[in-house]
C-alpha cells in the first residue's frame, strides 16, 4: 500500500504537488492527468530523486521520504523512467544483469537466474544478445519492466511504459504488466497517457490535476467521471464502452 500523506513539491514558484494526500491500496493502480501534472514528480518524490518541502509517503507501512535513492532499491522499490534508460552498447542480457548489481541476491547464481526469469517474463527470452542499439521501442520498454522485477519488489513504478507502441504491441504490454503482482509480490503504479492501457490493467485511478486530487477509485469509476471525461479524456470512446 501506498500511504501519501500531505506532500507538497516545490520547483522555485511551480507547485507540481500540493497538499497530496491519498492512500492506494489496490494491487495495480493507475496514475493519470495532464501533461505537467505532477506525475513523474510524484514517481520522483517515491523513489528519492526529489525531495519534498513537505509531507511524508510509506510503502506497506514503512517510510520511505527520508531514505536515500539506493536504499529505497533495498526496500523493494523499483521504477521505470519516462525516458528508457537501455544502453545501447550492451546486450538486452547486460542490461538487465547491470540492473541486478544494484540489487541485494543471495548468490551470483540467484543473480544470474532471475535476471533470465524476468527476460522471459516480459518475453524476450529470445533476445537475450540483442545490443540495445538494435532493440525496438517495444522491446525497449519490455526491458525497463525485465528490471524492475528482480528481486523482491514491493512497489513497481512505470512511468509510461505503453508510449509510441503500437495496439498489438500494447496488448502484449496490458498482459505482462497484469501479471506482475503474481510473478514478484510487487504492487504496480502506472503512469500513462494511453487510457486504454490504463482502463485495462488498473484496479483503481488515481487523478492528479496539477498537484491535486481530483479522483481516486474503480478505474472504470473514476474514467466514466464527468469532470475527468471532461478535463483529461475529451470525447474518448474507449470511456463511452466501459
Ligand atoms: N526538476 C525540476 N525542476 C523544475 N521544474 C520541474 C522539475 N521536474 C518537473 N518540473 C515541473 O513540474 C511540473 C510537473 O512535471 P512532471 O514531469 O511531474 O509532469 P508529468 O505529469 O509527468 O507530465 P508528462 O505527462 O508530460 O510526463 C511541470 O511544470 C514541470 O515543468
Ligand atoms: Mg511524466
Redesign the pocket.
Known amino acids: 500500500m501506498i500511504d501519501i500523506h500531505e506532500l507538497s513539491v516545490q520547483?522555485?514558484g511551480?507547485k507540481?504537488i500540493d497538499g497530496l494526500s491519498v492512500k492506494l491500496t489496490k494491487p495495480i493502480v493507475g496514475l493519470i492527468?495532464?501533461?505537467?501534472?505532477?506525475?513523474?514528480?510524484?514517481l520522483n518524490v517515491l523513489s528519492g530523486f526529489?525531495v519534498p518541502v513537505q509531507g511524508s509517503v510509506s510503502v506497506d507501512g514503512r517510510r520511505v521520504t527520508g531514505v536515500a535513492p539506493h536504499a529505497r532499491t533495498d526496500m523493494g522499490l523499483r521504477r521505470s523512467f519516462?525516458t528508457d534508460q537501455i544502453a545501447d552498447d550492451l546486450s538486452l542480457q547486460e542490461n538487465v544483469q547491470a540492473a541486478a548489481d544494484h540489487i541485494a541476491f543471495d548468490s551470483r547464481q540467484a543473480r544470474r537466474n532471475a535476471v533470465t526469469q524476468a527476460i522471459g517474463f516480459v518475453g524476450l527470452g529470445h533476445r537475450l544478445d540483442r545490443r540495445g542499439s538494435k532493440l525496438s521501442t517495444e522491446e525497449r520498454h519490455l526491458a525497463e519492466i525485465a528490471k524492475t522485477v528482480l528481486g523482491k519488489p514491493r512497489l513497481v513504478m512505470l512511468d509510461?511504459p505503453g508510449a509510441g507502441m503500437s495496439e498489438s504491441e500494447t496488448s502484449h504490454l496490458q498482459r505482462v504488466i497484469r501479471a506482475i503482482p503474481t510473478f514478484c509480490g510487487a504492487q504496480v503504479f502506472l503512469?500513462d497517457?494511453d487510457v486504454a492501457l490504463i482502463a485495462a490493467v488498473c484496479n483503481e485511478t488515481m487523478v492528479?490535476d496539477f498537484g491535486k486530487l481530483l479522483a481516486l477509485g474503480p478505474t472504470e469509476a473514476v474514467l466514466n467521471k464527468p469532470e475527468v471525461r471532461r478535463a483529461y479524456l475529451g470525447d474518448f470512446d474507449h470511456a463511452e464502452s466501459l
Open positions: 520547483f522555485g511551480v507540481p492527468g495532464p501533461n505537467g501534472a505532477g506525475k513523474t514528480t510524484l526529489v519516462q509510461e503512469v497517457h492528479l
